[in-house]
DNA sequence: CACTCTTCCGGGAACGTTCCCGGAATGAAG
DNA sequence: CTTCATTCCGGGAACGTTCCCGGAAGAGTG
């Protein structure tokens, strides 16, 4: 069974059909300009009879604009993008726009592909997770060429015309770690995808806008340690590569060689798991040896015993900002990119506890 | 600071900057046609010095497809659906496309909107996971114009031109009924999103290509059961909508009007979170004194405890399966469309054991 | 009846690209 | 020198829609 001709039928197909010309199938259509109501009707019925359906990309060419955000991201499966994506595609489908999705895989050089076709493919605007690399040429290039673009979790350094959203990673951190402080932890271990500098740890913290979250939740610990007069030990923060078994054998290691280490932050929801079972798997009590707080709040972390302490990112807040702001931006070309840092929250449960908690 | 002005340049402009016509530009440019290899460098640096970007909407114009698959889902922050949507990615990517998704969020007005608004962009293909709802007349409109269709997940009934890619649920439940059975359980409840009719439930299944995963999930358990010879009680299946809390609403009760019941198969990811947390607060140990099997497997099933004991769906596969499907059915449009039932696998941990079981 | 104003409609350009086709220039063969 | 094939290039149509503009028909006013 073969399908039928697929010679789709265009709006002089609908004129011809109805005895008028294209221009006034054209006006009955869409509604716009002076036609009188019998022969509206009358095109609208032989439309509908023939199975008529506009050509977007035929309208798409003269209108100058497609009706379609472009949003490219390193992982969809990843939680939080795929929940700030839900929100953004809610929040633009309110404004009658689509949602152009690529996933990137973190790989720069996917990246780049990315954002050079959804360009090609005329985006009215772009929201953009940049995966950390240097070469930010084709997000600069992007913006000078006027097209609307929104920075979404991690910013691109020297990036000029775009709006940035995320949350505020610096006072996320400061909330675990003051939380954790508060409980009457001193010696405070950090599951981190940033590398630990203890030279230029001290003062020089990066500035908040072109440094990606990873650095900036690690900055964030160590400032709020500094405030609270602890000093920040190398062997505390423990790196991980970004995944939940690189993440198990960092926690792992860290109880291991610093057992006086008596609280863990997990600075990102995928090291969480790994972090978590590692934990588990340690012997160590959870909370009464050892508390733990992870990053983003998840389905699970009710579940688990115990209920796992978090400091969560407003994710749907994140989404909806990022396509309002970018909605903005398309509306109004000459609009000042905004930033928008927006507050974390603490959800607390059981993992955490004083130290010396009896059980 | 106001951007500058977005005139884009075209490639008349590449043309006229190298002093050579558009249509040689345009062989310069996409390779093919005979260009001499000077003009043909020419033509690139110019245009890369211009910032040249060809349009792609003008490209589709005249060639008439756009390398733009649609997907429409009913939830992407749902993990099936997030994982499904990131496999599909990666295929289609490989061949050349994007992706142009649409979140229903269940609803079938916006399912009705998301298709027409896809084909109105002119997708060259399109993959839908359709709700439940009778009206399939969009799908099969779609269909019969000739655009590639692949149905994921959820059948529509009456569709002659799509293919259908799903796990096969009636194979899924057996594998878990089986498993409970094995173990040596005789009164099995189960959390379904369908409803239970008593009165057609003995043979009369209906035919795996028209109904929803739910009804075919609850469909395999009855034949488990009776193939076992054990006898399907109506106050065994506990209704659920379809959200986690009513899932533990619906377990809660089912624990407490049928107390005989020693395992739950749980029909369904996002229940089996409200399921599990509904054994957890029962007081009903688990497994010794109630077993649990839960549907798809979660980053936290091992992380629980007991860890939980899933059947679960190649979800990568699915994605994969179907977007290779809907290439195919692009490239080729008088192929015949198929039906893939792939296999699902049961991942045994500790939630389930012997009802009989000392601890 | 002449004139103006309103309402409605058709013709044609335009968007930016690809594709077809004919012609000019160049080289080789007679 | 002529002929022919080959290589390269330019002109113009086409895709399907929207938009601008001018004209025809009808209604109202003097």
Known sequence: MTRPAQ??????????????????A???LTGAGEVSARTREKVARVAAELGYRPNGVARSMITGNTETVGVVIPDMSN???????????????????????????????????????LATKRVDGLIVAPVGGADTHH???????GTALVLLDRP????????????????????????????????IGIISEARYDAASAGDAVPAPTVDRPS????????RAMAD???TVRPEHVA????????????????????????????TDNVLSVGAFAALQDSGRRCPQEVSLIGFDDHEWAPLVRPRLTVVAQPTEDIGVTAAEDLLAAIADPTREPATRLLPARLITRDSTASPDHPG
Chains 1, 2 share one sequence.
């Open 26 to 28: 054209g006006r009955a």
């Open 239 to 266: 790196h991980s590569a970004y995944s939940s078994t690189a993440s198990y054998a960092a926690t792992r290691r860290l109880l291991q060689t610093t057992p006086r280490v008596t609280a863990i932050y997990c």
């Open 156 to 187: 691109a350094p020297k990036i000029t015309g775009a709006s940035f959203v995320s949350v505020n990673n610096i006072e996320a951190s400061r909330l675990a770690v003051n939380h954790l402080i508060g409980l009457g932890h001193r010696h």
């Open 215 to 222: 650095t900036l939740r690690l900055a964030g610990y160590v």
């Open 228 to 230: 609270a007069g602890l």
């Open 79 to 117: 939680r939080f993008f795929s929940a700030a994506l839900q929100s953004i595609a809610r929040t633009i489908r309110q404004h009658g726009y689509e949602l152009l999705v690529s996933s990137t895989e973190g790989e720069p050089t996917l990246e780049r592909r990315s954002v050079e076709v």
């Open 139 to 145: 997000l600069r290039q992007l913006a000078e060429s």
């Open 7 to 24: 010679q789709s039928v265009t709006i002089v197909d609908v004129a011809k059909a109805a005895g008028v010309s294209k221009s006034t």
